[in-house]
């Protein structure tokens, strides 16, 4: 199988260096055996996250220096809404500094107690953003986007749209202020929504007059996955069908360090304009003046430009590519690993990886931290820690029990997804000298981040 070699070259380097085995069985040991409490100056190969992670380009860091850091209507900003309304189509545009700051801003605008937000699968900071504010999560993806190996499923984050009509019949549609729908599913593996099944959330929400909010996060990756799993948009552009994906949606919000490939950014965009003036008015409080919104004027002009550049068919194709070439040396292995594989991860199924250990010890967390010990590469627990406790404080205990191994864009080679490939094989060869931890300090909210932990 070809895979498409990177459509850039390197222009500047940040040496890496390898601690040695005994180092890093320290490192992991002060981290709680907690991946998120490491260093950067001990990982070899980071794959924590691709949120903030991934390279700029020459255009990109060219942007910074016409930043213009004035107070009101700066330039960039009118870069970025045109680079916006272009791209997505929506009227308005909110920046923020990152994906939570819009997050903030919708849900304290229109999230009421006592209603309810579904949506394709949680994510921790939407869910928590939404709970903080009343609002109860429902879960209205399809059943298979809760079983890893699914491979015959193109589209794992698609809505379940009986579950979506038989929540609006339970609570009645005035109790839901809108459905938030997540173009790629991070939590479900990086897993794509069709544009069908856009089209048909978009129509049954309109029916019953509810917004459709999408979380764009990966759009550019979704939109990938439509142009080459969907019959019909195999001859579309990726801006094409980004046009169109957005034209099911009323607005967005927008974390700018994945798919607008900045290191910090974001937005809340739409089309209602009461939603915009409450938006702007709110962004005042939490994030700045309505035109820069957190960020700084070079770091809008990244944005827009990140954002155009990302609509190239190569970038993408590349981006995507470097995931499933990972993704298929694991499998070829026999490794467990959610399939299909994501847009912008390979995440390894920790419970059938670690059969041995009990959801009650964390084997995602455990598998996280082992691999580290293995090679010095840093992965992220999505598992029983992160799905966190209910207000019962009773553990979720989720179906998927995931590592991730997320990859940033345009930073590593080939080469480094055959060492990481390498690692985890071998941990997957002495699997059962990994063991079961438990907390030694479990911080009260979204504990994942400073969580720590001692083998058992
Ligand atoms: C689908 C989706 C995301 O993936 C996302 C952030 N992802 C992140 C960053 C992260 C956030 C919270 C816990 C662990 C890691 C990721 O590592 O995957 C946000 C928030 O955006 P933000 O970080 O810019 O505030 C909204 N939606």
């Known amino acids: 199988k070809k895979y498409m070699p990177e459509p850039f070259k390197i222009k500047s380097v940040e040496p890496l260096r390898i601690l040695p085995r005994e180092e890093r069985e320290k490192v992991i040991k002060e981290a709680g055996y907690n991946t998120f409490l490491t260093k950067s100056r001990d990982?070899?190969?980071?794959?924590?996250?691709?949120?903030?992670?991934?390279?700029?380009?020459?255009?990109?860091?060219?942007?910074?220096?016409?930043?213009?850091?004035?107070?009101?209507?700066?330039?960039?900003?009118y870069h970025l809404e045109e680079t916006v309304r272009d791209i997505f189509g929506f009227k308005y545009v909110v920046p923020t500094h990152q994906g939570r700051g819009a997050e903030n801003l919708i849900s304290r605008i229109l999230i009421k107690p006592g209603t309810y937000v579904p949506g394709n699968m949680y994510f921790t900071t939407t869910r928590t953003h939404q709970e903080m504010n009343g609002g109860t999560f429902v879960d209205v993806i399809i059943d298979e986007a809760h079983e890893p190996d699914r491979a015959d499923v193109d589209f794992k984050g698609n809505v379940d749209l009986d579950k979506y009509e038989a929540l609006i019949k339970k609570v009645g549609a005035d109790k839901i202020p809108y459905i938030t729908v997540g173009v790629t599913v991070n939590l479900a593996g990086g897993q794509p929504v069709s544009m069908q099944n856009l089209k048909d959330v978009h129509a049954l929400s309109k029916k019953y007059g509810i917004r459709v909010i999408f979380d764009a996060?990966?759009?550019?990756?979704?939109?990938?996955?439509?142009?080459?799993?969907?019959?019909?948009?195999?001859?579309?552009?990726?801006?094409?069908?980004?046009?169109?994906?957005?034209?099911?949606?009323?607005?967005?919000?927008?974390?700018?360090?994945?798919?607008?490939?900045?290191?910090?950014?974001?937005?809340?965009?739409?089309?209602?304009?009461?939603?915009?003036?409450?938006?702007?008015?709110?962004?005042?409080?939490?994030?700045?003046?309505?035109?820069?919104?957190?960020?700084?004027?070079?770091?809008?002009?990244?944005?827009?430009?990140?954002?155009?550049?990302?609509?190239?068919?190569?970038?993408?194709?590349?981006?995507?590519?470097?995931?499933?070439?990972?993704?298929?040396?694991?499998?070829?292995?026999?490794?467990?690993?959610?399939?299909?594989?994501?847009?912008?991860?390979?995440?390894?199924?920790?419970?059938?990886?670690?059969?041995?250990?009990?959801?009650?010890?964390?084997?995602?967390?455990?598998?996280?931290?082992?691999?580290?010990?293995?090679?010095?590469?840093?992965?992220?627990?999505?598992?029983?820690?992160?799905a966190g406790r209910d207000k019962d404080g009773n553990e979720y205990f989720p179906k998927l029990e995931l590592v991730r191994l997320t990859i940033p864009r345009r930073v590593y080679t080939y080469a480094h997804m055959d060492y990481v490939a390498e690692s985890v094989i071998n941990t997957y060869e002495h699997r059962e000298d990994v063991k079961g931890l438990k907390w030694t300090y479990e911080p009260p909210v979204l504990r994942f981040f400073t969580g720590r932990f001692e083998p058992i």
């Not at 700045?288 to 070079?298: A, I, N, V």
């Not at 809008?300 to 990972?326: C, P, S, T, W």
């Not at 993704?327 to 467990?336: R, V």
């Not at 994501?342 to 059969?355: Q, W």
Request: glycine content about 10%; some cysteine; overall charge negative.
């Open 43 to 77: 990982t070899y190969i980071d794959l924590l996250t691709d949120s903030g992670t991934n390279a700029m380009s020459d255009r990109q860091w060219a942007g910074l220096m016409v930043g213009d850091e004035a107070y009101a209507g700066s330039e960039n900003f």
């Open 217 to 386: 996060t990966r759009c550019v990756e979704n939109a990938y996955f439509i142009k080459t799993r969907e019959k019909g948009y195999e001859n579309k552009t990726i801006k094409e069908i980004v046009r169109e994906m957005f034209s099911y949606a009323d607005g967005c919000t927008m974390s700018g360090k994945k798919d607008g490939i900045v290191n910090m950014g974001g937005f809340l965009a739409m089309n209602e304009e009461e939603l915009y003036d409450a938006a702007r008015s709110l962004v005042v409080v939490f994030e700045g003046m309505p035109s820069y919104g957190g960020m700084s004027g070079r770091d809008m002009e990244a944005l827009a430009i990140g954002f155009q550049e990302a609509m190239d068919f190569n970038y993408i194709k590349h981006r995507v590519q470097q995931v499933e070439y990972l993704g298929e040396k694991l499998m070829e292995k026999g490794i467990p690993i959610v399939k299909p594989i994501g847009g912008h991860a390979v995440f390894l199924d920790a419970r059938a990886f670690l059969p041995h250990i009990p959801q009650s010890q964390y084997p995602a967390q455990a598998l996280a931290a082992a691999i580290f010990v293995d090679s010095g590469v840093r992965t992220m627990e999505r598992g029983n820690v992160s």
